[in-house]
């Protein structure tokens, strides 16, 4: 038994659950928000929530770029791909997630020449192929992601290719963080700080959470016993009222982060003055834009892009999902209007949304009432 | 050399959900092409990725790949899990 096994051992795991049951204090009560989408299935996954004592509450965070995607976006994608001229390329999750004109699934199958890639690179080889069409990728994603667009708009402008463009979605998680700490509902006691793009953008970028609002981070693994180490690690900083950036998941994420990744990203973006996130309205300084330079390959620069705003339905709460106000199964819409197979609200669009995750391996769990 | 199975069990063909990363999958360089190298999964699958933002890797590095371009280099922090 090695390495994955060991981070899935239920002997060490019991171990830190009982560690962490130890130091959980009887006397008070810790929220602690994973902003990680891919914890979040991770704690559902393999049951964590099970091992923790009650008055630690797990609060799920916004770090899912598909659920929070404003729907409008999606319809601005699909609307580009009515263009017979324009061939909309896709990541494979992105396919299923519905505007109000349908998904680009359904649209696909109405027509559209909409196409699953695995890479922003395979979508500027696709353009290479097809010299005689346009081919717009749709980029979504955080830091994790984006560096993979910026290398391709760099290969694309180096080899000058004309008909290969970025219809820009992606997002930034500081701010994100930045707006849930400053919410009035907000009663957070600390962080699981995001694995991954904490590849990309360092243990450093968290370090006002701890400064500003006193709140410690622990940048985290995605297997069972990072995500309870991790746990450990805040619940040590919460009893002795310290508020530190730690790093778990030090055997993948350096410190600094990517410092070559962060360069080709300030290359070739910069910030949009305000975003809007499904769930949680407009923030400021959220998202990615091309640069001018990139202009020629902006989607948005080189074709008309609609700006289509879609209300959410007011029933879905995702908001105070996404706050950690509300448990999914509190939303009046979860597992009636609102599923996975037809999602309304942002959380149950994507695999790794809050919701989505609660619904496929806890509320599929429970027993079926005779009614 | 690192053991990839110590960075998590993705794999080159892994399912889920791409967007946030999460399924960044621990891989090992086969042969390296100017800005671009032969890697293999744990499970002895190749892919060519993008290896761009790494200046000198050789042969054997540990990576991280995420949608076709590596993103982190591997380290060995010397413990294992407590």
Redesign the interface.
Known sequence: M??????R?PK?IEKTAEEIRRLADPKRHYRIMEV???HT?SIYRFGLQDLLPENLELVHGP????CVLPMGRVDDGLKLAQDPQIILTA????MRVPGQMGTPLEMKAKGADIRMV?????ALKLAQKNPERQVVFFA???E??A??TA?TL?RAQQMGIPNFSVFCNHVTIVPAMRAILDSPDMRLDGFVGP???S??IGCRPYEFVAREYARPVVVS???P?DLL?SLVMLLRQINQGQARVENQY?????WEG?P??LA?LAEVFELRPYFEWRGLGFISQSALKLRPEYAPWDAEARFEVAGVRVTDPKAAQCGEVLKGVLKPPQCKLFGKECTPEKPVGALMV???GACAAYYNYVHRAEPVSGD | ML?L?????CTLDAD?????????VPVRVVKIEGCDALVEDRLGHQARV?V????DLKVGDAL?V????A??K????GR???
Do not use: W
């Not at chain 1, 090695?2 to 981070?7: L, N, P, T």
């Not at chain 2, 995420?66 to 371009?69: A, D, N, P, Q, T």
């Open positions: 090695k390495y994955v096994d060991e981070f051992d060490l990680c989408g891919g299935h770090g899912c770029p598909v990541f494979g999750d992105m695995y890479s922003p690179l395979d979504i994603g955080f994790t992601t560096p993979s290398l760099k694995g991954h793009v590849t990309v693994g995605f297997e016993l180490q030090e055997r993948v994420v350096p990517n070559a990744a080709a994507s695999s790794e | 053991d199975e110590f960075y998590g069990s889920g959900c791409t967007t946030c990363g999460d399924v960044a993008a761009d933002f790494f200046t991280l995420h949608m076709g371009v993103i982190a591997l380290s060995d922090p294992e899990p407590q």
